[in-house]
């Protein structure tokens, strides 16, 4: 019997996606095959503690105090492979080996590059998307100007820090009018689940939009609304060479696909697959693939469209690298409409993430300079 491999599935984290995180987790830990794998749950709670336990997740779920739970992290020293109980002595003993990690985090501080950052140091297998990947797939602003890049259309925006629109508000407001016109949307770059988003169809609601992204990020992305649109969004599945799922359709119960209408009334309805023209379909699919290549992804994304009704007019929304992973998410359920299981998803993810820490591993990391260049 083969060794099984022992997955850390990282949950939970220090942004205001935390509690999506968490629902996340609990369908990839109880899918994961345990013929095939040692399952090893790792919390991090809001203020970025670290738990390892089988507790963790209940206990995130129910908010309890964990400061007296034992804490274990992943240290960046790739001789430790796994997690070390952090001790007062603060000796550091490796208390559970780890073969590979799937972080299961959505937004900054597990979805931008940041924990990727960590996995690297420690050099450990993990899925999906490397440190660039995350970042850019996280930051709207890079990201649609890499999409511009690579021919692919994005809706017309303006974005500028924050402070900035706190010292030249009218002058702000004037080009944002002139350029995007009303409705427009306001966004905080690195961010997802809506959080900070808002439709605004007035200057008042602009100004209220634009201060209350501004609690979430330093930079403030405005987009010109784009009308009458259906939500269409395609599954990415790969390393260097890609599959697209079929493109599945959401139907937000509000005026946009807020937070509310993602997790909270239950009244959204998602088609798969979405009933578009085949040639349509072909397009969707392949602007995925050219934007998962594009913002250098690995592993999974899911790609969001917004289609015109008439005349089919594509505009890619944005890109999610680490996207909702409940069983009733549109990432998985994309894949299952495409002919692949919920558990052969996380197989093939898992497989990723190894052949990708491979490849990587042929790599040069030392130089042999000329002797005679110091002489
Ligand atoms: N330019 C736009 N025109 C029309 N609707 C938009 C536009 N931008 C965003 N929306 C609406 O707002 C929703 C959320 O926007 P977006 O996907 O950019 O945010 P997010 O927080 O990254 O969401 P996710 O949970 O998918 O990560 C979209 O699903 C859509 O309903
Ligand atoms: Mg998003």
Known sequence: MANKIRVGVVFGGRSAEHEVSLAS?????????????????????????????????????????????????????????????????????TSHAVDVVFPVIHGPYGEDGTIQGLFELADIPYVGSGVLGSAVGMDKVVQKQLLRQADIPVAPDLWFPYYEFVRHQKRILASIEKKLRYPCFVKPPNMGSSVGISKAHTREELIAAIHLAGEFDRTILVERGIPNAREIECSVLGNEEPMASVPGEIIPSNEFYDYDAKYVDGKSKAEIPAKLPKAVVKRIQDYSLRAFKALDCAGMARVDFLVQRKGTKITLNEVNTIPGFTSISMYPKLWQASGLSYPELLDKLITLAMERHESKKNLKTTYQPKAEWFK
């Not at 369908?27 to 203020?47: C, F, M, Q, T, W």
């Not at 970025?48 to 034992?70: F, H, M, T, Y």
């Open 25 to 93: 987790a609990t369908s990839v830990i109880k899918a994961l095959d345990r013929n095939k794998y040692e399952v090893i749950p790792i919390g991090i709670s809001h203020e970025g503690r670290w738990l390892s336990s089988g507790e963790a997740l209940r206990l995130l779920k129910e908010g309890v105090d964990i400061r007296n739970q034992p804490e274990h992290i992943l240290v960046p020293d790739p001789r430790k492979q796994g997690l070390v109980p952090l001790q007062n002595s603060g000796a550091a003993v």
